[in-house]
């Protein structure tokens, strides 16, 4: 399949893999933001080709692991109500809150629907003129677009029984965060290709700036992790910290431009906190004032949901790539996609899940 | 969009409270996953304990009179009840036939219970109706006893179907997933994940369309053209499946679990048609835990493989047969896959559905 075998093609990713080993002099702690990037990883075990030097450590780039417990609790209050209709992306549905999660809900009654794209849900407002039709709305810069699209429509077709539970996250003030953690360890970041795709390289500049640390924008398939593996050696190894773009077939150095003129339009950058790492400033985005209409959080009373989590899970760790999944000692045991502790468990893009469903094996031997 | 100066963020420890033990059922007790194979192992096998059961093959092999008779039952829900390559009507024998097929047997009657919602358009129950008796009239099987049950409007979701079956096992055959030895070889008939992304492209919602055709078969004359190439009698092949739900996944995963054995398949040797991994690519699901409704895998000691395989290769139905896999003493349990840059991952059983990511 064209622009699919020839980024998997092994002979490429072990030419890839030995330049690496051979420019390898030191180690190198190196992150990939993305849980896509992480799952390419574990399904084809990258980390196996590369040196022992290398360290690759998973960033929060997991749109379900990041999205806040008192968010999936919203939602599964709101999906109670007979009046609504929740609509979700898939991997959603099984993130436990903090008593139950949305099939949980489904099965004792709540009209839960799956989606493939937010617009969908505009559609099924347009048919259920009286039903309450809620979009869980999170998600990175690469949601973003389209969910604003969706609030966009119901707020041109006059919609009045649609609304949005808002939890968007940003990239590049939780890099910042990571680099001003006083136990971070990254030295080189691979950045979410398909983020970049809509936001382009600019905001990667500053970073790169202040804290000199090497960012290479990179994509999903094995050669893409491989390349943008050796485009960072390279640079560490030579003492340089540039933002390069490996991802050059899907991202342009501007991004797609009326995609975040209507982010822009519908959305506007708000403090956020993120599961499993806590609050951070300015780095997520809520609807502006002239879709407040569209905003699930005002237009339903939903009350201080307050949470308490207990402390077993790493999952803090793991996102700030301090630890690997299986350093947890609730690991696999536990802690199982079937019983999740921690949100990482649940998606297929979370770290401890690309790690039980595809690495289990040598993680025990 | 930019953003603020550096700020020192407090990384805080959080994890949420584990979620009370099962007290409802969920959809994904239905998926042929884990959470189907823990309600099996905590409800049903403790009620009706018997060692017939315990065996739990896709059919139930029982002595009568000296004859083995296999038996089998299955419930049909799809939805749409039409779709690509077939409908709930000749679903309801292929299944049915195939799962008697599974445990070689020759299969000789059906029943057929439908359960209907109040309201059902009269049209389209002829139409199932004629479908199913076409699909068990090509497959040399009679239905010759049945069921009506009509529930209230709302009660049901247009229309389920049961169909049972009985069979029965020629002298000399003996296949269960509890049989796979090291050594021995994992065959595929064809190409995964056909039916269940023809269903998927069918669904509400989900915009694209595709050529993608379920492979609805029954399996039974596919299964006597390979049990023919078994010689002297002994028992080369060891177990037969058909992965449906939970895809060609679930089934090895139970295969080795049930044995005690490692399997090891090789990525490149899948056959996957171009439309179902372009369709799968997109929404983010792999092809091995998609189902399918006319494909077989059968566990064949090393000997015989390839003889196996030709049959199965002269056969419409086993056309695109490959060896995928080998059985291993090592990792018993497990299901390993060897992907094409020559790394090992493991291929896990699902605990419910598998859900499109977000992106």
Partial sequence: ?365 | MSTKSPVEVKFELSCPTPLPAKDTILLGHGSGGKLSAELIRDVFLPAFRNPVLARLDDQAIVNVNGQRLAITTDSFVVKPRFFPGGDIGSLAVHGTINDLAMGGATPLFLSAAFIIEEGFAMDELRLVVNSLRQAAADAGVDVVTGDTKVVEKGKGDGLFINTTGIGLVPEGVNLSADRACPGDKVLLSGSIGDHGIAILAQREGLEFETLIQSDSAALHTLVAAMLGVTSNGTPDIRCMRDPTRGGVSSTLNEIAERSQVGIELEESSLPIHEEVRGACELLGLDPLYVANEGKLIAIVATEAASAVLQAMRRHPLGAEAQIIGTVKKENPGLVTMRTPLGTTRIVDMLAGDQLPRIC
Wanted: aromatic residues 8%; glycine residues 8%; proline residues 7%.
């Fill in chain 1, 1 to 365: 399949m064209k622009y699919l075998d020839e980024y998997r093609d092994h002979r490429i990713a072990w030419a890839l893999a030995a330049e690496i080993r051979q420019r390898t002099t030191r180690p190198w702690v190196l992150m990939e933001i993305c849980g896509g990037q992480t799952h390419t990883i574990m399904r084809y075990g990258i980390d196996e080709l590369l040196p022992r030097g290398i360290e690759l450590v998973h960033g929060p780039g997991c749109p379900v692991c990041v999205t806040p417990l008192e968010t999936v609790d919203k939602a599964i209050a709101l999906a109670l109500r007979p009046d609504v209709i929740l609509v979700s992306y898939g991997d959603m549905l099984r993130v436990p809150g903090s008593r139950s999660d949305l099939f949980r809900a489904k099965a004792q009654g709540a009209d839960v629907r799956i989606a493939y794209s937010p617009i969908e849900a505009v559609k099924i407002a347009g048919s259920n003129p009286d039903r309450k039709v809620v979009f869980l709305a999170i998600g990175f810069e690469t949601t973003a677009p389209a969910n604003a699209m969706a609030a966009w429509h119901a707020r041109h077709k006059g919609l009045s029984n649609f609304s949005m539970l808002v939890s968007h996250v940003l990239v590049p003030p939780a890099i910042r965060a990571l680099m001003v953690s006083q136990t971070n360890r990254v030295q080189g970041f691979i950045a979410p290709g398909h983020v970049c795709t809509v936001m382009g390289c600019t905001e990667y500049e500053s970073l790169v700036r202040d804290f000199r640390v090497p960012i290479v924008v990179g994509g999903f398939e094995p050669v893409d992790i491989l390349e943008a593996v050796l485009m960072l050696v390279r640079q560490l190894e030579a003492g340089e910290a540039k933002l390069e773009n490996q991802y050059v077939r899907s991202v342009s150095y501007q991004g797609n431009l009326p995609a975040q003129q209507l982010m822009a339009e519908v959305f506007e950058i708000a403090d956020q906190k993120w599961r499993g790492i806590g609050p951070i400033p300015q780095s997520g985005l809520r609807l502006r004032e002239e879709y407040a209409a569209f905003d699930a959080n005002r237009v339903f009373d939903l009350g201080e949901i307050t949470v308490d989590e207990p402390a077993e899970c790493i999952s803090a760790q793991v996102l700030q790539g301090l630890k690997k999944p299986t350093d947890c000692p609730a690991f696999g045991m536990r802690c199982t996609p079937e019983n999740p502790l921690g949100a990482p468990m649940v998606s297929s893009e979370g770290a401890c899940a690309a790690y039980y469903h595809y690495r289990r094996h040598s993680a025990a031997s």
